[in-house]
Each structure stands twice: as C-alpha cells, then as structure tokens.
C-alpha cells in the first residue's frame, strides 16, 4: 500500500467498522433500513457507544439522544469535532451518514494508534433523525442544538403513527440529560458521500466543500372548477390540472432559462378527486429551488410568482402560492475549509472544491462555529437507495484527509 497516502489511517480496519455497523438494518439487496429511533436504530447506536468506549472516550448523551465521545486534548480548549448521523431512510444505503461517523471513529483510533496527544480535545458526535424520513423536519437535532428549533418542538414531533420522538427517545434508551444547547467548538468536520455524480465523473476521490447552497420552498395550491368529465363543454371548464400541468413544465423551464447552477424540482403534486370521471378541482404541489446564490434563487421565485399568475388566469383558476421555508446559502468556515484543503493535498487524494446541494448537520452546525465537510464519490451520483456505493480507494482518501485536517485543527 502507498505509504505517503494511508499515514495513520487503517483502512482495513475501517473497512471492518463499515461491514460490521452496515450489518445492523441490512436489507437483502446491501442497502440499508436504519430509520431514526426504531430497534435497528438502538442497535446502531450501541454498537456505537460500545466501540467510543472501547477508544477510550468519555461518551455523554444530550437530551435529543445525540452522542459525543470525547477524547481529552493537553489543554482546557473547545474540541474538534467531527460528526454525522447513523439513522438511515428506508431502504437507503449504508454509505450516507455512518460513513462520516466511521471515519471519525477510524480518526480516533488512528490517534491512539500512534499514541498523538493534541492540544484540543476531539470529539465524535452523532446527531439524531437526521434524515428526517421518521419525524419532520430532517436536522432536527442539531436544530435544537443550533438554537433555530425549539427542544419541546421537536420533542412533539410525530412519526405517521402519531408516535411522539421524546417517547421513542425514551423507549429505546437515549433520551439523556444533558442540556442540548449550542456549544462552543474549534471546528466541526462532517464527511459525507457527495450524493451527486461530479466527484466521480471527474475521477476525483476528495470534494473540499465550500458550502451549501441556498433553498426555497414553496407550497402551491390550485381551485378550479370540478365537474363531470362527460356533459362539460372544454370551453366552461377551469381544470386545476392542466394549470398544474403548465407551471410544472414551467418551474422546469426556470432552471433551464436561468442556467448556472440553479436546480428545480415539483416533487408532489396532489389532485382532488383524482378519479377517472371527473375535471380536477383542486391540486396541491411542492416547488423546491436550490442555487448557491441568494440572488438567482430571489430571481426564480419572481420567475415563479409570473408563472402561476399567467397559468391561473389562462385556465381561470385560483392559485395560492405560499413561499414557506428558506436557508440562505451557508458558506463554511475560510480556516477549516483551508485546513481541509490542506489535508486533501497532503492525503495525495485527486480533489476539487465543490458545492453541497444537500442540507446536512454542517448546516446547522456552520450557525453555531466553524465548520466545513469533506465529500467523497457516490457512484452513479446515487444516494437514499440500495445501490448507494462509494469505492473503498475513495473512502481511504477521505479519511486520510480528515484525519489531517483534524490533527491540522486539533494542534
Ligand atoms: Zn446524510
């Protein structure tokens, strides 16, 4: 093995750790059901817990059931921390989220390995029902930790079955006690699989991440006139479907007109009767936009407001269009960021810097301290789903590159 690339990092051993936490939910065809407070999730943060502990590090327990292993630097400074979740969506991969708390894990064992002693301390954190696919919103934890969402909110916050996070919590044992506030930290380092296709249609093995782009939500809600399919006249109706059907081709056509980077996408789209006999007369749908500037994303929802004003009244339609949730972009920290390209360059890994199009904890974490994250490749650009896989040669790389940033940042 090349020597200069792999200093510190066992990859074997990592590799191990990966098999062995991806055991815990695996579905038949190597993917992964791992969702946010179930039995599986319990089994993952045991075997979690158990291998912290067995690295020497003092774990705690906050009160949304996020963990922290802290391993004591040489002075009374804040920590380095690295961290990401262990909770998974239903039949998603074994790559996104455990794949940043292993090697964090893999960067402490590394540590001690070679016996380095740092002046921060390091810390290994794994965040609760991060992928948000049990209880709304996704981040929920580290948004409570960040200060942007209330503790008793998100302790309210039902799964499908009306059963409430803070009982599940409980149930499975992790509901802990200490404060979940925000805290002070040197940096926060996530690594993560890309979960698009750039890093590896560009054969790179390292994503240096600038930041996450900015997002927009919008709910939109259409009435029409519903009536019988068959002794309507087409020139009396107001279908709310085929207003539905122009602004969805439209929000399509923003992206393409605006260009860059700027993504659009209508992801639900409910119609009412939804029957075979009967003029839709009213449709519901999501619009979600993402660019790294706040000002093509202001720019796309104006495109939007015309779009749905020019389609309501070409059909006779009513449309509400409420823009309900926005994060501006979120520039990670210039030193951490510098510090993992550093890492990058002497990890030997081929690298650019790149954009995430995807909320992570970074998000939340980026409000409270520096912070930044290192991506690595997903094959396919595939993510949430069985297929998800990042080569071993990649995972090696980024590790390595985590390891120096920390050992870089720690001191
Ligand atoms: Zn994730």
């Keep these: ?25 695996a579905t038949p065809r190597g993917g992964l059901t791992r969702v946010a407070l179930t039995d599986d999730d319990k089994r993952g943060r045991d075997l979690m817990v158990r291998w912290m502990r067995e690295a020497g590090l003092r774990v705690t327990v906050d009160q949304m059931g996020n963990l922290f292993g802290e391993r004591a630097g040489t002075q009374a400074l804040p920590p380095v921390m690295m961290g990401s979740h262990v909770d998974s969506v239903p039949t998603g991969g074994k790559y996104d989220g455990q794949l940043g708390v292993l090697c964090g894990l893999e960067t402490i064992r590394a540590l001690d390995t070679h016996d380095i002693r740092t002046r921060h301390p390091v810390m290994l954190a794994i965040f609760t029902n991060e992928e948000g696919a049990r209880f709304q919103p996704a981040m929920i934890a580290s948004g409570v930790m960040a200060g942007k969402i209330p503790l008793e909110d998100a302790y309210n916050a039902r799964d499908k079955d009306g059963i409430r996070l803070v009982d599940e919590l409980e149930r499975i044992g992790y509901l802990g006690s200490e404060p979940c506030v925000p805290r002070a930290f040197r940096a926060y380092l996530e690594l993560h699989i890309e979960q698009g296709p750039c890093l590896e249609e560009e054969g790179l093995s390292v994503g240096v991440v600038d930041g996450i782009v900015a997002i927009s939500w919008s709910r939109l809600t259409l009435s029409g006139v519903q009536d019988h399919a068959g002794p309507t006249p087409m020139r009396i109706r107001h279908d709310a479907l085929v207003a539905a059907a122009k602004i969805v081709t ?12 700027l993504v659009t996408t209508v992801g639900n789209l409910v119609v009412q009767p939804n029957i075979v006999n009967a003029i839709p007369g ?35 339609v009513r449309g509400e269009l409420d823009h309900y949730w ?27 810097h790149i954009l995430s199009g995807a909320g992570h904890d970074a998000q939340y974490m980026a409000a409270i301290g520096p912070a930044g994250m290192i991506f690595v490749p997903s094959r396919g650009g595939r993510s949430h789903c069985e297929e998800e896989f990042t080569p071993m040669d990649d995972i090696e790389y980024g590790a390595g590159t985590l390891f120096r940033a920390v050992l870089d940042l720690a001191g």
């Design 1 to 25: 093995m090349n020597a200069r690339r792999d200093v510190g990092i066992d990859r074997k051993r990592l590799e191990q750790s990966i098999e062995e936490l991806g055991r815990i939910g």
């Design 250 to 261: 439209g929000v399509r056509a923003i992206a393409r007109e605006l260009g860059g980077e």
């Design 282 to 316: 009213t449709v519901t749908m999501s619009i979600d936009m993402r660019d790294p500037r706040d000002a093509t994303l202001d720019l796309a929802r104006r495109r939007l407001d015309a779009l749905v004003k020019a389609a309501c009244e070409r059909e006779g």
């Design 326 to 352: 926005r994060v501006p972009y979120t520039p990670f920290a210039a030193d951490v960021v510098a510090a993992i390209d550093r890492a990058a360059h002497a990890s030997g890994a081929r690298f650019r």
